[in-house]
């Protein structure tokens, strides 16, 4: 059996996807390029408005559309079936699926989904559903509690919306021979104090080759790490746009920073005196004064092109990865081999984990934990690997033959 078509994206990006509610969609015919089954349109209809309620957060946003994205794909596309038809039976098929989809649907880079053509938004025709850098696509365990999580809470919104009467994900009573038990908390995925100083050490060469552009590299590089930001955190959306004045200053002379983090949750971060100098670096960069004033509504993290902040947390990766991929070939050729590999696995996110990774090594757990915006002290102490550390180190001498 040949491998079936690679599909087209069927939700664009959160900047530019119209309101369902007041925007819904007349035909489905054009995005599956065949006839759609019996009531796939009001699939999409409510597969689009549980997506877009995720706007407050774009991170969740596109966690949500990638992972119903991928279900209806798959429901239309490979089984004819609308969500009224699906069964547990569909669910658990649809699972094996996820872990080894078509070589053609599967991309080797992330590409947009949809490209400007003619004033009008198109299908991007290099962009595929999944994407894997190695020569084959794995599912994570992480992934795959993703997909049942989310696929559950969207069967359970079309539950209370009265359009369907049973959750199938829930009536899969033994998930566990799809998912893992781990013996404890997974580790924090982070870079190596020698991987970070490579990796700072480009976005500083960078900026010192071409600081109109990347000045704004060596700032971005240095909040994600040492204010543990996200990269939400960092782009302009409907409900945040980080500005220069969230910048703030006490009565004491310490200065905080002001985000809306995860759960759309404001918090005050503590700025170091080093976090300080990098501000007052790239504000002077930009033709500022060298710290900003109370209530400055510069965007915190400008465009290099036309007036506002940057709009788009693809835009921040792109920055982030050119710092990464820099910084593994300078490793490769100094010798770091392995190091360098490892760094190919890296994420946006690793710089976060990095930055309290190595804070709390220093700084008192609970002050650690609010900088960073955890909901308790369970989560910090994730961060904390004496315990592990220990734990190796009376089994380094084991000995197996005496």
């Not at 009008?120 to 962009?127: D, G, I, V, Y």
């Not at 982070?190 to 600081?211: G, H, K, T």
């Amino acid at each position: 059996m040949s491998s079936p078509k690679s599909p087209k994206a069927f939700f664009d990006t959160l900047e530019e996807m119209p309101n369902p509610f007041k925007q819904p969609a007349r035909s489905i015919e054009p995005l599956l390029g065949t006839t759609p089954p019996d009531n796939a349109l009001d699939d999409f209809r409510y597969a689009s408005e549980f997506i877009y309620s995720y706007r407050g957060s774009p991170d969740t946003f596109s966690t949500y559309r990638r992972e119903l994205e991928h279900f209806l794909q798959w429901c239309w596309l490979i089984t004819g079936k609308g969500l009224k038809q699906i069964s547990r039976d569909d669910i658990e098929v649809y699972v094996e699926f996820a872990r080894q989809p078509p070589r053609s649907w599967i991309g080797s880079k992330n590409v947009s989904r949809f490209i400007n053509h003619e004033g009008l938004r198109k299908a991007n025709p290099q962009w595929r559903p999944y994407v894997t850098t190695a020569n084959e696509y794995v599912l994570s365990q992480s992934a795959l509690q993703s997909l049942f999580s989310i696929l559950s809470s969207f069967f359970n919104f079309l539950i209370q919306e009265n359009y369907l009467s049973a959750n199938p994900v829930s009536q899969i009573r033994q998930k566990s021979k799809f998912i893992r038990k781990r013996q404890a908390q997974s580790k924090i995925r982070r870079l190596s104090p020698l991987q970070w100083n490579y990796v700072i050490e480009v976005a500083e060469e960078l900026a010192a080759e071409n600081p109109v552009v990347h000045e704004r590299t060596l700032f971005i590089m240095n909040a994600l790490y040492a204010m543990y930001l996200r990269i939400s955190e960092l782009v302009e959306t409907g409900r945040w746009s980080p500005q220069m004045g969230h910048f703030q200053v006490d009565q004491e002379g310490n200065w905080w920073f002001l985000t809306v983090g995860k759960g759309n949750k404001e918090r005050e971060i503590s700025v170091s005196n080093a976090m300080l100098d990098a501000l007052k670096r790239y504000r002077l960069s930009r033709g500022l004064t060298a710290l900003p004033a109370p209530g400055e509504s510069s965007p915190l993290i400008h465009r290099t092109r036309g007036s506002g902040g940057i709009g788009s947390t693809r835009q921040i990766r792109g920055i982030v990865q050119k710092c990464f991929d820099v910084a593994k070939e300078k490793m490769r050729k100094e010798g770091f081999v392995e190091e360098a590999e490892r760094l190919s696995a890296a994420t946006v996110h690793w710089l976060r984990h990095t930055g309290i990774s190595e804070d709390v090594k220093r700084r008192p757990r609970e002050h650690v934990r609010d900088d960073a915006g955890h909901g308790s002290s369970a989560i910090t102490d994730r961060y904390i690997d004496v315990e592990r550390t220990e734990r190796h180190a009376t089994a380094r001498n084991k000995v197996i033959k005496t």
